[in-house]
C-alpha cells in the first residue's frame, strides 16, 4: 500500500469508530437514563443522564487515546486496558440491567449489541490502527531506504561523470598537445617535400632536355630500324601464314579420310556380326542401327541385326535423318 491508501485507510476506520462511538453513546444514554431517573430521588431525576455520559465520557477518553497511541506507535501499559474493558462492561450491565431485572431476555439481547458493537469496535479500531501504523513505518522506512539509495545512486552517477568530465578533459588536452605535434612535424615535412620536390623537378628539366636530345636522335635510328624489321617480319609472317594454310588443309583432309575409314571399318564390325536372337543393349543396339543407316539398309535388315523392334529402328532412322552431318559422324565414330 502506498501512503494515500494508508491515509484513506486510516480516514475511514476513525469515521466509522466514532460514528459507532456516537450512535452507542446516545443510545445508551436513552436507554439508561429511565433506569436511573427509578433509582434516584424525585428531587434529583435531572441528574439521571449524568452517569451515562460519565461512562461514555470515559469511552470516548479510551478510544481517543488509544488512536493517538497507535498512530504513535505507543501503549498504555494495562490501565488504558482495564480503563477500556470497565467502561464496556459498566455500559453493558446498565444498558441490559432494567431488561434483566424484568427477566426480559428479548430486551437483554437487543439492549446489549449497541455495547458489545462498542467493546468490539474499540478493541477491533485499536488493531486496526496499529496495523495501519505499522504498515505506514514500514512504507516509510522502505521509502527512506529508496530515497538513500536513489541518493548513493545520484552520488555515485555525479561521481562517475565527474570521473569521465576529468578523463575527458585529459584525454582533449592530450589529444591536442598531439595535434599541435603532428601539425608542426608535417610543417617540417611539407617544407622538406617542398624542397625535395623544387630540386627534382630541376634535375628532372635538365634530364628531361638531356633525353629529348638523345631520343630524337634514337628515333630517327629506330624509325629506320623498324622500317625495316617491318618489311621482314611481314615478309616472313605471308610465308608463315601460306605454309600454315597448305599444313591445315593437308590435316584436315587427312583426319577426313581417316574419319571416313575408321566408320567404314566400325560400321563393317557392327554389320559383320548378322542378325541377332535377342535384344542388344540399347547402345549397342544404336552403333548397328547407326552403321545400317550409313550403308543404306532397310528398317527391316536393321532390325534383324539388333534384334529391337521395327517402329524403334524406324524413331532411329527418322531421328539420323534429321540429325545434321557432323552429328551423323560423331555418332558413328
Same mark, same amino acid.
Given at each position: ?9 486510516? $480516514? ?153 568530465? $576529468? ?167
Amino acid at each position: 500500500m502506498n501512503s494515500v491508501q494508508i491515509r484513506s485507510a486510516e $480516514r475511514a476506520l476513525s469515521a466509522g469508530t466514532w460514528l459507532i462511538v456516537g450512535g452507542a453513546m446516545l443510545y445508551s444514554i436513552l436507554t439508561v437514563t429511565p433506569l436511573m431517573a427509578k433509582h434516584t430521588a424525585d428531587r434529583w431525576d435531572w441528574t439521571a443522564p449524568i452517569l451515562p455520559l460519565v461512562v461514555d465520557a470515559a469511552v470516548v477518553i479510551v478510544v481517543r487515546l488509544d488512536s493517538v497511541l497507535a498512530r504513535m506507535g505507543g501503549h498504555g501499559g494495562r490501565w488504558p486496558v482495564v480503563l477500556r474493558w470497565m467502561t464496556g462492561c459498566m455500559t453493558l450491565a446498565l444498558n441490559i440491567a432494567e431488561s434483566a431485572l424484568k427477566n426480559d431476555l428479548v430486551g437483554v439481547a437487543v439492549h446489549a449489541v449497541a455495547p458489545l458493537l462498542l467493546i468490539v469496535t474499540a478493541e477491533t479500531g485499536l488493531a486496526y490502527r496499529r496495523a495501519i501504523t505499522d504498515a505506514q513505518t514500514a512504507h516509510e522506512t522502505r521509502q527512506k531506504a529508496e530515497q538513500r539509495e536513489r541518493e548513493e545512486t545520484a552520488a555515485k552517477q555525479r561521481e562517475a561523470a565527474e570521473k569521465r568530465e $576529468r578523463e575527458a578533459r585529459a584525454h582533449a588536452a592530450a589529444e591536442a598537445r598531439e595535434q599541435r605535434e603532428h601539425e608542426a612535424r608535417l610543417a617540417r615535412e611539407q617544407t622538406a617535400r617542398e624542397e625535395a620536390v623544387r630540386r627534382e623537378e630541376r634535375e628532372r628539366t635538365e634530364a628531361r632536355e638531356r633525353a629529348e636530345r638523345e631520343a630524337g636522335e634514337r628515333r630517327e635510328r629506330e624509325r629506320e630500324q623498324q622500317r625495316l624489321t617491318r618489311e621482314r617480319l611481314e615478309r616472313e609472317a605471308a610465308e608463315k601464314r601460306e605454309r600454315e594454310r597448305r599444313e591445315q588443309e593437308a590435316a584436315a583432309l587427312r583426319d577426313r579420310r581417316e574419319r571416313e575409314e575408321r566408320a567404314a571399318r566400325e560400321r563393317a564390325a557392327l554389320l559383320a556380326a548378322g542378325p541377332v536372337n535377342e535384344k542388344l543393349p540399347e547402345e549397342r543396339a544404336r552403333g548397328v542401327v547407326h552403321a545400317a543407316f550409313g550403308e543404306g539398309l532397310p528398317v527391316r535388315a536393321a532390325a534383324d541385326l539388333c534384334g529391337w523392334s521395327v517402329g524403334w529402328v524406324s524413331s532411329r532412322y527418322q531421328e539420323l535423318r534429321e540429325a545434321p552431318a557432323p552429328a551423323l559422324e560423331g555418332a558413328s565414330s
